[in-house]
C-alpha cells in the first residue's frame, strides 16, 4: 500500500509559480514511479509529468514542457511539481499517483492522492 498526499495548490495570477508537493509513505516507494495528472472542471483527466525516486528519465506532457519541473526529495519521500508561468489554462485539480512502471497512461497508475486544487486567474 502506498499513501499519498498532496498539498501547495492555489490561487495565483497568469505568470506566476506554484510548487506542489506529494508526501508519499508506505513499503517499497522506491520500486514504484510517481505521476502528476490534472484534472480541469469538465474534462478528463490528463497527464503532466512522471519520474522515479533514482533520477534518470523524467516524462512530461508538451503542454508544460519548459515550465514545469518534476523533482523529488527521496530523505524525505516527496516529489515536487515546480510550476512557473502558469497560464489560465493551468487551472486544474492536480494529482499525484503511483505505479509500478514510468508511462503516462492514467489507468497504469494504482495508487492516488486526494488532489490539490490549482487556479490560475488571467
Known amino acids: 500500500q502506498v ?60 503542454s508544460v514542457k519548459g515550465r514545469f519541473t518534476y523533482s523529488r526529495d527521496n530523505a524525505k519521500t516527496t516529489v515536487y511539481l515546480q510550476m512557473n508561468s502558469l497560464k489560465p489554462e493551468d487551472t486544474a485539480v492536480y494529482y499525484c499517483a503511483a505505479a509500478t512502471y514510468i508511462t503516462r497512461a492514467t489507468s497504469a497508475y494504482n495508487y492516488w492522492g486526494q488532489g490539490t486544487q490549482v487556479t490560475v486567474s488571467s
Open 3 to 62: 499513501q499519498l498526499v498532496e498539498s501547495g495548490g492555489g490561487l495565483v495570477q497568469a505568470g506566476g509559480s506554484l510548487r506542489l508537493s506529494c508526501a508519499a509513505s508506505g513499503r517499497a516507494l522506491s520500486m514504484y514511479f510517481m505521476g502528476w495528472f490534472r484534472q480541469a472542471p469538465g474534462k478528463e483527466r490528463e497527464f503532466v509529468a512522471a519520474g522515479s525516486w533514482s533520477g534518470g528519465t523524467i516524462y512530461y506532457a508538451d
